[in-house]
């Protein structure tokens, strides 16, 4: 990287700094993301899914109005996975990551806007137009274009849900601008799980319930993201239930997303539960190879960069498991032909890409695999990471960790480093905890909105790898009792 690049990246940086804070700035950048530029364009690295999103969620407009504000012109932003940035990571910062994650609600719940305030629509990125379809998102594509063109509710609601990085948010959004862009009269709304409840609380505690209620009750389609942040939030589901029955009951149509099916969504109560899955539930797969070469071509056309089909065909091989970590390999060996001054070849690929196609697949499997546990229990990424031992977020760590050994080529090490920096010898024990609860054909117990659960384990570890769509367990997996005794030894 060139000087004068270094130099206006720490400038940025630095202003970004300022603009949201040092606190947070510490909280979710430093040690946390890397920054690079290339031709307008900005991309941010980040440890996981979780931080990418969160990062791209609270702080995308203060980065870009940041880069903006330095280089003097406008810029695209971007979020790639680096596996590198799990050892910066300190514990210290994972727990603020928690502590950040489980304020935010409560912050963003305070009265600072007058009642009955209604915030302009956003710019939404997401456009069907855009959307590549192929066998593993077809149903899903097709059902989000029927909502778009139609005038009339036709399934309610439309349920998607499938692993970080495939596109739902793609598919919500691009409902959206496809209503905006044909000049229909059908009111939209589109927010997330928390803007949802932040809504409700910032109703709830300054008496603008009816004003609340009077925005999302009267909406022709209504889009949440993210649906599974209201799991455990008792107060939210029953205004959210309400909300459905009277958008529902006028014929309108209500669209959602979330990472997990309805039932494995932190335990709702029944009457939601079945809202939820009385309409469209589809389920978004990863692309298959034909898929994945699709949208690296039209990345890279978009950006103007052209790029030869071997190269395409050596990241799709090598990448297999989502639409962002195929834009974020693409986009490092953009930036390192660029800076290298070379045409782009397979080999250069194989060069630029050495640390980061090897493990990447494994890295969003135990992404998908946290982002499952955690929605099922009621938690969130953050909360796995951190160093905390409630009943609830050890049993979540304990079996996220025992599907990852199961499910993925990944070692103890690895395992423990992607979940928090966790020593190898805490995976083997949690390991080994799930091993005897399953041996003893045992109950195990956690909290919840709810209350205290309790579940068998084997079904609960079921339902989980239903979920994942796992396959049987990889060969250094079997048996698993014997392969961390092994290790353990």
Same mark, same amino acid.
């Not at 063109?149 to 399934?155: G, N, V, Y």
């Not at 942040?229 to 205004?239: D, G, I, R, V």
């Not at 690296?296 to 970590?325: H, M, T």
């Not at 990424?381 to 990944?410: D, N």
């Given at each position: ?24 700035? #510490? ?10 530029? @290339? ?7 980040? *440890? ?10 609270? $702080? ?90 139609? /005038? ?11 692993? %970080? ?10 409902? %959206? ?19 949802? @409840? ?15 209620? +009077?925005? $999302?009750?009267?909406? =022709? ?7 599974? $942040? ?11 239930? !309400? ?18 099916? *309805? ?14 899955? %009385? ?9 298959? !190879?034909?898929?994945? %070469? ?18 395409? #065909?050596?990241?799709? =091989? ?8 195929? +834009? #974020? ?6 930036? $390192? ?70 499910? @993925? ?6 395992? #423990? ?7 190898? /010898? ?23 909105? =709810? ?23 990889? *060969? ?14």
């Amino acid at each position: 990287m060139s000087c004068a690049v270094t130099e206006t990246i720490e400038l940025i940086q630095k202003k970004l700094s300022e603009t949201i804070g040092q606190q947070r700035y #510490g909280i979710w950048f430093k040690n946390a993301t890397t920054f690079s530029m @290339t031709d307008g364009l900005v991309s941010v690295g980040v *440890p996981n899914h979780f931080v990418g999103t969160w990062i791209q969620n609270h $702080f995308a407009e203060s980065i870009v109005e940041a880069a903006k504000e330095v280089t003097g012109r406008d810029v695209q932003l971007t979020f790639a996975i680096d596996p590198q940035l799990h050892v910066s990571l300190r514990k210290s910062q994972l727990n603020k990551q928690a502590d950040s994650v489980a304020k935010q609600s409560v912050a963003a719940g305070r009265p600072v806007r007058r009642t009955g305030y209604v915030p302009p629509p956003r710019a939404l990125r997401g456009r069907l137009e855009d959307f590549v379809v192929g066998r593993s998102n077809q149903l899903a594509y097709t059902a989000a274009m029927s909502i778009a063109e139609a /005038s009339t509710q036709q399934f309610n609601p439309l349920f998607l849900y499938g692993g %970080c990085g495939l596109g739902k948010t793609h598919l919500l959004q691009g409902v %959206c601008n496809a209503l905006r862009d044909r000049g229909s009269q059908r009111r939209w709304r589109y927010v997330s799980g928390e803007e949802f @409840t932040n809504h409700f609380l910032s109703g709830l505690q300054t008496g603008g319930l009816n004003a609340f209620r +009077e925005q $999302f009750r009267s909406l =022709d389609v209504l889009v949440i993201d993210d649906v599974h $942040f209201l799991a455990n939030k008792k107060a939210t589901q029953e205004e959210f239930l !309400h909300t459905y029955n009277a958008i529902d009951a006028a014929g309108k149509q209500v669209v959602l997303a979330s990472d997990a099916h *309805p039932k494995l969504m932190g335990r709702l109560p029944e009457n939601l539960l079945n809202r939820f899955v %009385c309409g469209m539930v589809v389920r978004i797969d990863p692309p298959d !190879h034909d898929t994945r %070469c699709e949208i690296l071509r039209r990345r890279a056309a978009k950006l103007n960069r052209p790029i030869s089909q071997e190269v395409i #065909g050596y990241i799709a =091989d090598n990448l297999r498991a989502n639409v962002r970590e195929l +834009e #974020g390999a693409l986009l490092k060996l953009l930036a $390192f032909a660029s800076f290298m001054r070379e045409p782009m070849t397979v080999a250069m690929a194989r060069r630029a890409l050495s640390d980061y196609l090897p493990r990447a697949d494994r890295l969003v499997t135990a992404n998908d695999i946290e982002s499952i546990v955690s929605t099922f229990f009621g938690l969130s990424p953050a909360e796995l990471h951190s160093s905390r031992k409630t009943q609830t977020i050890a049993l979540a760590r304990a079996v996220a960790m025992y599907l990852a050994r199961r499910h @993925t080529s990944m070692s103890f090490p690895e395992i #423990g480093r992607v979940m928090g920096r966790k020593n190898h /010898s805490t995976v083997i024990l949690a390991c080994r905890k799930i091993e005897r609860t399953l041996a003893e054909n045992a109950m195990v117990a956690w909290q919840n909105g =709810d209350g205290r659960q309790e579940m068998l384990l084997r079904p609960l570890l079921a339902q989980l790898e239903e979920q994942m769509g796992a396959h049987p367990p990889l *060969p250094h997996q079997e048996p698993a009792a014997s392969a961390i005794r092994a290790s353990a030894g």
